[in-house]
């Protein structure tokens, strides 16, 4: 028969491995259930690890792939050559030598008449039937005589000057006495009033706008070369030229500018030339350049 001090002893040592069995639970309880907070670091963790890393597309150096795409075109020798390039709805542009200065022949056209609406807007009147008329002689025809009754109307150079200031072209400087066709521009200036007509922040008016892109989308006939050559389609433009033998060497300055479409997207473009040898090399060269302008927008990412 057991002693009651045995009893004791046994009782105590039971209950030591009751503890330790009961430590031994909790221990291995804690071990397999983390608390929540570290499984919910854990889960986040791997949703961060499934999520594919976003890929952006290269950014496509317009700059450069024009610079390169003009520097192939074959330019007469003695021949310049300028583009300037802009994407309305993107904002993107790209130039060429476009801050060179040229003759601006009769693409100063569009600047006389966008002066001449400028001044008209600043007296609240439209334009009187005269100056409509002359206006539409002027862009759509090309018409001399009609040009130096605006450019007179304007202010001639100082005038146009004005004018150009509140235009933002900043290279632009207005013919002697009333040779408007010496008045000399750069590619650059020439985009900025193009801007200022199609696009939407304008010193000029939205009825201002449109009447000058009706009339530079009514070119006569014999005349409707140049940028439009870039354009898809035979209506997918709008657009003047200019076009002028110098007496002194006998060369030509051939110019254009205007708004195309092609590829769904709308651009302006400038390309200013001189010291060509014919008036038809010098379309020829300006449509070649003004191709390849535009192209440098409308295919350089699928390339």
Do not use: H
Not at 171 to 178: K, P, S
Request: net charge neutral; charged share 20%; aromatic share 4%.
């Amino acid at each position: 028969m057991e002693s009651p001090g045995a009893r004791r002893r046994v009782f105590a040592s039971l209950s030591c491995l009751a503890v330790l069995a009961a430590g031994t639970a909790v221990g291995a309880a804690y071990a397999t259930d983390p608390p929540r907070s570290g499984i919910r670091a854990v889960a986040g963790a791997r949703e961060e690890a499934s999520v594919e890393p976003v890929v952006r597309p290269a950014t496509v150096d317009r700059q450069a792939l024009l610079e390169k795409a003009v520097a192939a075109v074959a330019v007469p020798e003695g021949a310049r050559v300028s583009v300037a390039v802009l994407d309305l709805a993107s904002g993107e542009r790209a130039g060429y030598r476009d801050g060179l200065s040229f003759d601006t022949a009769s693409i100063v056209k569009v600047d006389i008449l966008a002066a001449l609406l400028l001044r008209a807007q600043d007296t609240g009147r439209s334009l009187s039937a005269a100056e409509r008329a002359y206006a539409t002689a002027m862009i759509e025809r090309s018409d001399n005589a009609s040009a130096s009754a605006l450019w007179r109307a304007v202010g001639r150079a100082p005038g146009l000057r004005a004018a150009n200031e509140r235009l933002g072209l900043a290279a632009t400087v207005g013919g002697d006495g009333m040779l408007w066709g010496l008045t000399r521009t750069t590619a650059a200036d020439q985009l900025t009033l193009l801007s200022q007509v199609f696009g939407e922040d304008s010193a000029l008016s939205a009825a201002s706008r449109a009447y000058v892109r009706g009339l530079m989308g009514r070119i006569a006939e014999g005349q409707r070369w140049g940028v439009s050559a870039a354009a898809d389609g035979s209506t997918a433009w709008a657009l003047k030229n200019g076009w002028l033998p110098r007496s002194t060497t006998g060369l030509w300055d051939v110019n254009s500018v205007g708004r195309v479409t092609a590829g769904g997207r709308e651009y302006v473009v400038a390309v200013l030339s001189d010291g060509n040898g014919t008036q038809a090399a010098g379309v020829s060269l300006v449509e070649t350049v003004a191709k390849a302008a535009v192209g440098v927008f409308g295919g350089a990412e699928a390339s």
